[in-house]
Structures are given as C-alpha cells and as structure tokens.
C-alpha cells in the first residue's frame, strides 16, 4: 500500500499546468492532454484514499465566471465547489466508491477582501509591465490561464511580507490543494525588489525536485501577484526547532541529506542560494523539507557574484569580506545549518555583528561535546574558510554520519 510520503511525493511531481488541460485560447500538444486525464484520474484515487471529510465551507471568493475547459468540468457539490453557500452538500463518506477528493482545507478568514480594500494600490507604467507576472504566457511550458475564481479559498497558512498565504483548492477537477501567496504589487515597488521578485519567480518556476517547493503558475490582477506553490503541510521548520530547542543526530542528519540532495540540484542549474537558513525551510506533508524561498539566489553559469546578501549568522568568509562568491557559499551555510539543528543555535552567533563577523572570519568554532564525531567531522569539513576546501556536496552524501540514518526507502545515493 503507498504511504502518506509516497502519495505526497507523486502529487507533487504531477504537473498541474498545461498537461491537464487546455483552455479555449491556449494550444497545448495532445501528448500532453493524455498526460493530463491520467494525471487527474491517478490524483483522484490518490486524494481520494487519503482524504479528510470537508467542513461547509465559510464562504468563496466571488462567484465563479471562469470559462476554462476546466471549471466546465462535473463537480460533486462538496463544500466551496459552488460559489453558493446553499449549494453546499455533505461530502460523501470516504468509503464509499468511486469518491471524489476531499481534504480539509479549513475555514477561509475573509483575509484578502480585508487586504483588498485596505492594502496596495493600483500600480502603473514600466513598474506595472515589469509585474504584469502571468506563467500562462510563458514561452516554453505555458501553463493554463489561472484566476482567482478558480479556487475555494481554505485557511491561512502565514503573512509573508507583501500579502496573506492561503490553502486553496482549485475548484476544477481534480481538486487540487496548493498554497496560494498573495504579493501587492505596490509593495514590492516601494521596496524596490520587482526585479527580485521576478527573478525569484522565474527561477522557482523552472525547478523540479522532491526537496524544492513547487511553483505550479502564477497570475495577476491590478494590484497583486498570485503563486500558486506546493502546499507544505507540516508548516515551517524554523517553528519546529523552536519547539524542540534542538533535533536529534537522526532527524539532523535526514534533513541535512535531503538539503545536500536539492542544493546539488540546484547548482547543477547553475542557481546558487545564498540564503539558506531555518526560516526558509518549509515540511511537506510527510514531514519532508523543501526548499522555499527564492529571493536571493541567482542564476550564474560560469559566474562569480560579489553582492552581498544573505542573514549574517549564515554568511561566509568570503561574503563578509566583499569577495568574490561561488557556489561553495551553499555548502558554508550547510555546515552553519547542520551545526543549528543539532546545537539550536548558529555556530557564530554572538550580540554584535561586529564580533559574529569576527568569529566567521576566524572559522571561531565551538562544537558542544555532545555533537556526536561524526557530525561534528562533517561541520568541520563543511566550515572551511577557503571555499574550495569545502566538502562537496555528493561526498556530503556518502559521509558516515549522512549514510548511517539513511533508510533505505529513502533518497537514493548519489553515483
Ligand atoms: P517572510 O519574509 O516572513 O519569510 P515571505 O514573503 O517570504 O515572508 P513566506 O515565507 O513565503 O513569505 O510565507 C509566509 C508564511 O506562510 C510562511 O512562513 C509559512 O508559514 C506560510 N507558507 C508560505 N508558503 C507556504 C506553503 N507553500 N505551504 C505552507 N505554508 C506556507
Ligand atoms: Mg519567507
């Protein structure tokens, strides 16, 4: 029988663009359409077996006028599925077959008409082009044409800061969960980060790996940015090593793992991070990490970065010190994060910027005794001052401490 995990994982690498669908503007390969009916059928049994009888939903957005092939789909009158609360009918009782998917997506808080008329103004000109994001039009893999009528509006997941994340569910078949994130457009003008967040977009939205949250699409409407992201069931990480102070050398060393895998994905497309830390590690619904924000890392083939960037706990020598940057950046903030979870706190970390930069400076590590060898042998292998030094990542992989919490279910070894 397939577990939570591996459900979790083959919803996530279903695509949820223009392999399902085709609207009426959009041309799309029959290879993909065929994709796209076995795709919806296999979401379907797959939510169906592990779904969660639905509450009444509160209340949807605005009536549905989407005219996608999409939403002309049958619907089975669950709730939110109707843009009418009367609508609303139980959800059939998970046993009973053939079901339709039906997750709790909880209670919607009415958070984006609040926002919508006290938040953001309606923006203009180039600054409007710049954001005019809509994945849609993409050159290559055009998603289909998304609003925000398609989608039953659950509960909130989080304020980012330029607007409100939600867990949505598409009202079209076959349901699918995401996380919606809401970005007003006039506030990240007047931080002056369109640029940023363009690029953090674009990147985002290109990548596919079980340890990178998923951007599926995005849209716009005047005055804000919608992402449509891989639902993180078990939230963010930073709240569970609050919670626990510290995690265990097996947990540690899982996360670590996984990390080592997605990082080196990710430098294999040319896109170093920059900025990794706890806050921007989110869990998966199987308490997988993913990778979750995009705002520093850039894409550089072959180049070499001199900005500086990134929280000053995770900075690097070569960052502090304004030289020169690669991806071995990534490997430093490895060492800093394995060294966090497993002691609860940055290795440098001091009251003064002035003396946490003089610690990285001086590699001034103090590994607690009760790091066990292992770890503390790869912490040190990942916090050398000269980047080249660094341990890289698929040695990172075989490393003792790494090979010996790894099931064998789990994330293949690297070749
Ligand atoms: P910040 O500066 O606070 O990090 P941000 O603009 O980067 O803000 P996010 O961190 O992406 O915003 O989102 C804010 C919060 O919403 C997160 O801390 C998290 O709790 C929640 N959240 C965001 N994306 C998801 C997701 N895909 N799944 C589940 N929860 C999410
Ligand atoms: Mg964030």
């Known amino acids: 029988m397939a577990t939570v995990g591996s459900v979790t994982r083959q919803i996530a690498a279903l695509e949820i ?6 609207t009426a503007t959009k041309t799309t390969r029959s290879t993909h359409q065929k994709q796209g009916s076995q795709t919806s059928n296999t979401v379907s049994k797959l939510l169906t077996k592990f779904a969660a009888p639905n509450p009444p939903s509160s209340k949807t957005i605005r009536p549905q006028t989407s005219n996608s092939s999409l939403s ?35 209670r919607y808080d009415g958070g984006l008409e609040y926002d919508e008329e ?34 039953d509006i659950g509960r909130p997941l989080g304020k980012g800061k330029f607007g409100r994340v939600y867990m949505v569910r598409t009202k079209c078949e076959p349901k699918y969960i995401v996380a919606l994130k809401t970005l007003y457009k006039s506030e990240i003008i007047e931080s002056r980060v369109e640029k940023q967040i363009r690029r953090e977009i674009e990147i985002q939205q290109n990548l596919r790996h079980p340890h990178i949250l998923r951007l599926y699409g995005y849209f716009h409407d005047e005055k804000r940015i919608f992402l449509m992201l891989e639902f993180a069931g078990k939230g963010e990480l930073y709240k569970q090593l609050s919670k626990h102070g510290c995690f265990t050398e097996k947990r540690s060393s899982r996360y670590i793992d996984q990390m080592a895998d997605a990082l080196d994905y990710l430098h294999s497309k040319h896109v170093i991070h920059r900025d990794i830390k706890p806050e921007n590690l989110l869990l998966g619904i199987n308490g997988d990490l993913k990778i ?23 900075l690097p020598p070569e960052m502090i010190e304004g030289k020169e940057h690669s991806k071995e950046v990534d490997l430093w903030a490895l060492g800093v994060l394995t060294y966090e979870f497993l002691v609860g706190c940055a290795p440098f970390e001091e009251r003064t910027h002035n003396e946490t930069y003089k610690r990285i400076m001086r590699v001034d590590l103090r590994i607690p005794s ?43 070894q690297p070749q």
């Open 292 to 314: 979750g924000d995009f705002g520093w890392s850039v894409h550089a083939p072959g180049n070499r970065r001199t900005t500086m960037c990134g929280t000053l706990d995770y």
């Open 370 to 412: 009760r790091v066990s060898p292992d770890a503390a042998d790869l912490i040190v292998k990942l916090l050398q001052h000269e980047p080249y030094k660094r341990i890289p990542l698929p040695e990172v992989r075989k490393h003792p401490w790494i090979m010996k919490y790894r099931s064998r279910s789990s994330n293949p």
């Open 72 to 106: 002309r789909l049958p619907t089975t009158g669950q709730a939110g599925a109707s843009s009418s609360n009367k609508a609303f009918k139980a959800p059939a009782p998970l046993s009973r077959e053939p079901t339709q998917p039906s997750i709790d997506i909880g």
């Open 17 to 22: 663009s223009s392999k399902q669908n085709t």
């Open 118 to 151: 006290n938040r953001g103004k309606k923006v203009y000109g180039q600054a409007a082009e710049e954001l005019a994001l809509d994945s849609s039009v993409i050159e290559h893999q055009p998603t289909r044409e998304w609003h925000l009528t398609d989608f």
